[in-house]
Structures are given as structure tokens and as C-alpha cells.
């Protein structure tokens, strides 16, 4: 950034910052990496929607990690499926591609639970992270059987589009 101050009046001047494409860094962890949080309950799972309220991660986005917070232990149902889909629900990426993979009542029975997706066992968990979006990303939970209570929250950590040159 350059100041030049006038010798008569001692007004200063500024001519802005210096463009260095990043060369030299210096940008701030914080807007370059952004979190996401959904919290549902059982009986209200996030669906996709063209509703302007429900929040959706940028096209190009690139999720790094997604965690899933038990809040109130969770009873009765089999397992939840959790994906990123589009606006009309398709997943996005391959369809394999997901957050978890059957998470199952076992995994959720407990308030201390955190489940990051990257270190789940099911057989596609983790494939939808650190791969760019190719469409705008809206949480979608889907329940295999009848759970009777519960309540959860999917906190995602990921890399705005464009943060890198």
C-alpha cells in the first residue's frame, strides 16, 4: 500500500494495495475456509429445495470435512443416509458419492457423539469431500426405517470457490 502525504496541508492520499495474486500470501485462514451447520430432528430431515431459506454451498465449493454432532440421542429408526444433492435432489458427483454412508442407530446413541465423515466405515462415506461441486450443494438426510427421536447437526468445513489462484 502506498501514502503519500501533501507537504503544504499534510493530507494523506491512499493509492490502495499493491496486487500481488497472493504471491507473497498473507490472506487470513478465515475467509477462505468457511463452516456450514444444519441442525434437524428426526421428524424434519433436510430435503432439497428451491427454497431461497435453505442454505447451499457455491458451485466450485470444495467441501474438506463434515462432522455429525449428536445432540439428542437418537431412537427407534435403522440408519440415515447423508448426500449433497442439487436443487432437485440429485446427488451430486457420481450418486456414490456421500457424506455417510448408513449411519447406523448404533453409531448415534449417544449425546457425545461427533462422527467425522472422512473417518466413517460405510462403503462410500467421505467420497463426496475434497472434490469441487459441480453444482450448488444442499444437505439432504434420508432415514431407513422409523426413528422416534433425536436430534442432529452436520457441521462442514469447506474452501470457497475461487480461494485459490
Do not use: C
Not at 10 to 37: C, E, H, M, P, W
Not at 79 to 90: E, K, N, Q, R
Not at 136 to 158: D, P, W
Amino acid at each position: 500500500m502506498a501514502i503519500e502525504i501533501g507537504a503544504i496541508r499534510t493530507v494523506s492520499k491512499n493509492f490502495g494495495t499493491r496486487k500481488t495474486n497472493q504471491k507473497y500470501g498473507g490472506r487470513v485462514a478465515n475467509d477462505l475456509i468457511k463452516t456450514a451447520i444444519w441442525t434437524f430432528s428426526y421428524d424434519d430431515l433436510p430435503v432439497a429445495s428451491t427454497n431461497l431459506l435453505t442454505f447451499t454451498l457455491p458451485v466450485g465449493s470444495i467441501p474438506l470435512e463434515a462432522y455429525f454432532q449428536v445432540l439428542t440421542v437418537f431412537a427407534g429408526g435403522t440408519s440415515y443416509d447423508i448426500d449433497l444433492v442439487d436443487s432437485a435432489g440429485t446427488a451430486i458427483g457420481s450418486g456414490t458419492d456421500k457424506l455417510w454412508d448408513l449411519i447406523s442407530l448404533a453409531e448415534i446413541d449417544a449425546t457425545t457423539t461427533v462422527l467425522p465423515a472422512s473417518l466413517h466405515a460405510g462403503t462410500n462415506s467421505g467420497n463426496a469431500l475434497f472434490v469441487p461441486l459441480a453444482s450448488a450443494g444442499q444437505l439432504k438426510v434420508t432415514a431407513a426405517g422409523t426413528f422416534t427421536a433425536g436430534v442432529g447437526a452436520v457441521i462442514m468445513e469447506y474452501l470457497v470457490p475461487g480461494a485459490l489462484p
